[in-house]
């Protein structure tokens, strides 16, 4: 019997931005999947699709914990979807998997690159979310970079995306008095209301450049009397607000600087010293990256999806339907529109 071919869409990734990332960077090109398939292989059909952060950091010029992501290839990204065909043991026509296939509707893969996910278990896109790659990079970089105690005063940047809502929720469980800054009042009410969090500062409430990190800083210090442990998702000036508040042998874990990435991180802003405020408070910082934990995901999710199929955790998950809407979707992570864990449904 002939193996059938798929008719497939793929975003190819063509110019490298300069500065805010959008369509004329990418190319969408239409192709025929052949469907023959060696021993072990499968092709899996994308249904949801991840756009992260991360993915703007690759796009600059220079290395960073990577090379930069080649020109003329598809885009990478992680995806949910469903076997389409398979030659391999594991897996049957209608699985759900979870691989690194990349912007596009069909990929031919080999068995060993695919992970087979349960959906009675948890909603399949969590695997992109709360259980995976940002529930991975919250769990280990609070509990093992940040080591919270009860009574802690936990300070979270980007509190109400994908990573930092979870930090914020790992924090009050571990007995932390929780702290988030976002951007814009309905974002900061989620934390309050729904996060369930000690206080929300808003660092769009604060419109003067020139005095904006001293206005924050005097904001965050009002609502907490000083920081124990400090989770970085944004860099810039929030950072800067936030580091001359440090107690005594605080924290600090950079997870990431979004407010840098679109052009930043070729050409870096100054930024003001900060090492004599870890000096002055014997203070500690540390960058963490989600495949520092690759290897330890049943660790995380033996504690964090029991959390989950109780509902005793809010992971907030916003869809944007339509594969080509992938390179838009990409700037709504850099605009701030987004509400937790941000997935094209394709």
Not at 70 to 85: E, Y
Not at 219 to 228: L, P
Not at 260 to 280: C, E, S, T
């Amino acid at each position: 019997m002939p193996s059938k071919n798929f008719e497939n869409r793929q975003w190819f990734y063509v110019k490298r931005p300069a500065a805010r990332v959008g369509p004329e960077h990418y190319e969408l090109r239409e192709t025929t999947l052949n469907g023959e398939l060696s021993a072990n292989e499968v092709i899996v059909r994308a249904r949801y699709i991840s756009v992260d952060p991360y993915m703007r950091i690759q796009q600059h010029e220079r290395n960073t914990y990577d090379v930069p992501h080649p020109l003329g290839i598809v885009q990478r990204a992680g995806t949910v979807g469903q076997v389409m065909a398979s030659a391999s043991e594991r897996f049957r026509e209608g699985d759900w998997v979870l691989g690194y296939n990349g912007w596009q509707l069909f990929d031919k893969c080999h068995a060993n690159d695919l992970q087979k996910l349960d959906p009675d278990a948890a909603p399949v896109s969590t695997a992109l979310g709360v259980l995976g790659m940002p529930g991975r990079t919250a769990w280990f970089g609070l509990m093992e970079a940040g080591r919270p105690r009860p009574g802690d005063t936990l300070v979270v940047s980007g509190a109400a995306g994908a990573v930092g809502s979870l930090v914020a929720q790992f924090g009050k469980r571990a007995g932390c008095r929780v702290v988030g800054i976002a951007g814009g009042a309905a974002k900061c009410r989620y934390l309050i209301d729904t996060l369930g969090l000690d206080g929300a500062v808003d660092y769009r409430a604060f419109s003067d450049t020139q005095t904006l990190a001293e206005d924050l800083a005097n904001e965050i210090q009002r609502q907490t009397g000083g920081v124990d442990v400090y989770f970085d998702n944004v860099g810039g000036v929030i950072t800067d607000a936030v580091i001359p508040l440090i107690k005594l042998r605080a924290r600090i874990i950079i997870c990431g600087t979004i407010s840098q990435y679109d052009g930043g991180l070729d050409h870096p802003d100054l930024a003001p010293r900060f090492l004599q405020h870890m000096l002055f408070k014997r203070a500690s910082i540390q960058g963490i990256l989600a495949r520092d934990f690759t290897q330890r995901m049943d660790e995380m999710r033996a504690v964090v999806e029991p959390w989950v199929k109780a509902k005793e955790i809010v992971f907030e998950e916003t869809f944007v339907d339509g594969f080509e809407q992938l390179p838009e979707a990409l700037n709504m992570l850099f605009e701030g529109r987004n509400l937790g864990k941000l997935l094209v449904r394709v």
